[in-house]
């Protein structure tokens, strides 16, 4: 049978249905097909019914970073990611920042946006003023949508309308700002944004093409910051190499986005653990980096008169704690219970905090021993596993590699076939 990828109705199948189908189109093994029907706490049906097409689920290891103090209270943080040393990286330098009370955190409201595009208008700017004079009308269509969301304090709260130039000519962008509490919000907004559209396009004679939220969450920004005696990094020279490194980030996009590439480290893995839509955070934090025209560090790293090291962070994060995976996965419901958060804002509190932390990590190891020295002693472990090492095999195959700096596949498999030689003869 011809190898194809046109399947009319393969949603309409049964998961095993579509996984005998998977499995003859790539030749999968009967043992390749096992590991996939293996479901853990999120099972076969709930995750049937959160995205299409499914054959089974993916894991990824869940770790818990300890020692942080975020405004003036401890949290185990919860984080999912692949990458070796991310945790223990962010573990090691929370301890780091209560030498100076930890970090801190604030956050400004829920606020997102909602854009509705407006074109063929004729006069675009007259159209705006006209937009604006309707401001409560309108805010009233957009809050009929959901009643919940507005008895709960939250809806529609104000607008924003602005003409763009583009090459199709000039466009009346029109900003619904929702009060989304403690919600991510794209549902609520979208929503608002579809109903309102018709009568801007009635009020400015215009038509209206897309109405979606924005994941430039700019009216939506949690701050951190920390202030540490140089003596918790290693001294004054290290203190003053992580600024140095910063200030190479702040020069050089190519240097900006491995900077912030670390914060994310941080972010990400919270926000996937909470089951939040990291796309979005990662979209939203990478387009606020370049707000005024060039890519910049999304942290800041000074010294002060007193020669401490002190760190800040701003950048856009749009989580929840209701709706959508947060509620659905039930691994996500029990990592918010590990964060013990009551609110959205608090979730965010807490990632932009441990985004602040894991930049500290990287830029510490990077200003003092190297990146590669933690790094690679985990990663030797990831190389032993690949040559087949299993139990304790593992960290010795792994202790050996990092002690002759040599962290390779073929060295890994030498030196497991060694250790395997070495047994069987005593």
Request: overall charge neutral; hydrophobic content about 45%; charged content about 25%.
């Amino acid at each position: 049978m011809e190898r194809t990828s046109r399947i009319p109705g393969f949603y309409k199948l049964t998961v095993e249905e579509r996984l005998r189908i998977v499995a003859e189109f790539a030749g999968l093994s009967e043992e390749e097909v096992e590991l996939l029907r293996r479901y853990a706490a999120l099972d076969r049906d709930t995750a049937n019914r959160m995205i299409e097409n499914v054959i089974g689920t993916f894991q990824l290891p869940l770790g818990i970073a300890v020692n942080f103090l975020i405004n003036g209270r401890d949290y185990m943080v919860p984080m999912v990611i692949e990458e070796p040393s991310v945790v223990a990286a962010a573990s090691n330098a929370a301890r780091m920042t209560r030498e100076g009370g930890g970090v801190f955190a604030q956050s400004t409201e829920s606020l997102m946006i909602g854009q509705i595009q407006l074109v063929g208008i004729k006069d675009p700017y007259a159209a705006r003023l006209e937009v604006l004079r309707n401001r409560e009308e309108i805010l009233a269509i957009a809050n009929e949508q959901d009643p919940v969301l507005v008895n709960l304090g939250g809806g529609a709260k104000d607008l924003e309308a602005r003409v763009i130039e583009t090459r199709l000519g000039p466009m009346l962008i029109v900003h619904l700002i929702v009060d989304v509490r403690d919600a991510m919000g794209a549902n609520a907004v979208n929503t608002m944004a579809e109903a309102v559209a018709p009568r801007l396009a009635s009020i400015t004679g215009g038509r209206y093409r897309l109405r979606i939220i924005s994941n430039l969450a700019d009216k939506r920004l949690v701050r951190a910051w920390t202030r540490i005696p140089p003596e918790a990094v290693g001294g004054r020279e290290v203190a003053e190499g992580i600024v140095e490194a910063w200030a190479f980030a702040d020069a050089d996009p190519y240097r900006a986005a491995t900077h912030n590439k670390g914060i994310m480290n941080g972010v990400d893995a919270v926000v996937i653990a909470t089951g939040n839509d990291w796309r979005a955070v990662e979209a939203g934090a990478h387009a606020y980096a370049c707000r005024f025209g060039a890519y910049k560090p999304l942290s800041t790293w000074e010294i002060d008169e007193k020669g401490n090291l002190v760190g800040s962070l701003e950048m856009p994060l749009a989580v929840g704690i209701v709706g959508g995976a947060t509620r659905t996965n039930p691994l996500a419901r029990i990592c918010l219970k590990i964060l013990g958060v009551k609110t959205a804002r608090e979730l965010a509190e807490v990632i932009g905090a441990v985004g602040l932390v894991q930049n500290l990590a990287a830029l510490r190891a990077l200003a003092a021993e190297g990146i590669q020295a933690g790094h690679m002693s985990l990663h030797a472990k990831n190389i032993a596993i690949m040559a087949g090492a299993v139990g304790d095999e593992i960290d010795q195959v792994a202790e050996i590699m990092v002690r002759e700096k040599c962290i390779r596949l073929d060295r890994a498999k030498e030196i497991l076939e060694k250790l395997r030689r070495e047994r069987e003869r005593r």
